[in-house]
């Protein structure tokens, strides 16, 4: 038999060799000892040297290729990849690869062809957004998994050290134990539809914010202001503040000038406004008229103003591509549906039709019953819902508030669910739940949505 030698061996290691096939005794060779090794117990004595390349050797699955999955630990900067086969066995040990051209083409060779390889990763950040395409593009088949998922699976081992290497090959190994359903690239129009809805979020996010900061500043300069201009995120409330931010700042100041300030284009403040403003000004409690309230609060109503229109045409953007996506024009057919709304589920959802059931998709947003029972304790307080789209029942749940009041065939079911004693919240969320069976229904048979009223049983003759 060949002879390796341990300068050999590292040299081999040093330039990759070694990371997609474990070099091992054969089972069945001599050992030190003149015993020959049982078959599966390829164990060598440190002395020995005889070596061979041990893979998968014949096992082939029933359609005549090795089945590969390939586990991928996501980084910012560098990812880690493992294979396993069908029977768990290392095919390639984890190998780190850059985001960038080379690192992915380094991942390629390492996977192999892409017939019969599962590539799983997690969905972790946006970090693994260019890698998943990059595979779709190679045709591979690719599982994005929740982390939560692998982190539960890797608690069933009790692993106790936790490292990129050591993730990558967990997250294979879940891949070949559970099999998961590989991912699909969405269309153009749906993505484009996900990236414009989350930013008109963040937008909405960023205009309550300077909203937060603006009513602490308007309460320290000038308290009694919200008594006569109701909503500060209104255009009246930023006009008259982006010129007179504190009540020092009306001192002086004459009635009709501040009546005919024009607010929205149309529209002027009005001489009772500014009276009432302007006396309230005068006995206003407000101590804090420095220069920097004065600006701040000027700053967080410019802000205001920039932020309000973007979100104006950030809405106009979405009604537009609305018009060219199938599901989204058909899921405004359901009354109460909006397209902002509509735009919020194709974001979040895709295409529901991809839920194989109304359960599968309600179990996804997490507007499901929870059951918890161990003897004869039943744990009844603690979150309701756990897991799920928290993003998508946040949005869902106030639109499910407007609904159940203004849509017939959800007051109806909401009315039920009362008579019978249901709670408010259950109930709502119970209607939330009959919400996305209709957008499964619509988006599966792709006709616009007909509600069916169930005939309500006739009032007994006294």
Known sequence: MRKVSRRGVAAGRAKGKSLCARLAP???????????????????????REFRLRGTGNRVKEGGG?????????????????????????LCRSSPFGEDASGYARLFELLGPSADCLVALEATGHYWRNLFVALIAKDYAVAVLNPLRTARFAEEELRRTKTDAIDALGIARFAQQKRPRAAQLPDSVTEELRELERLRERVVEDFADRLRQLHRAVDLGFSEFTRYVRTLESQLAATILSRYPTAASFRGVSVKKLARIVYDGSHKIGEELARNLIEAAEKSVGAHHSEPYRRRIKYLCEDLDVLRRRLKDLARDVERKLDDHEVGKLLMTIEGLGPLTAACLIAELGDPARFDSPGAIASYVGVIPRIRQSGKKRFTKGPAIPLGNARLRKSLFMVVLQMVRRNPWLR???????????????????????LLTAVWSVATHRRPFVPIMPQLPAPKNA
């Open 26 to 48: 054969s089972s069945g060779a001599q050992g030190s000892n003149g015993i020959q090794r049982r078959k599966g117990r390829p164990r060598m004595d440190k002395q020995e």
């Open 66 to 90: 090795m089945m590969r999955f390939a586990g991928i630990d996501i980084g910012a900067e560098r990812h880690m990849v493992a294979v396993l086969d069908e029977q768990g066995e290392v």
């Open 412 to 434: 109806q079911y909401y009315e039920r669910l009362r008579a019978a004693g249901k709670p408010g919240k259950v109930a709502i969320i119970a209607a939330m739940r009959k």
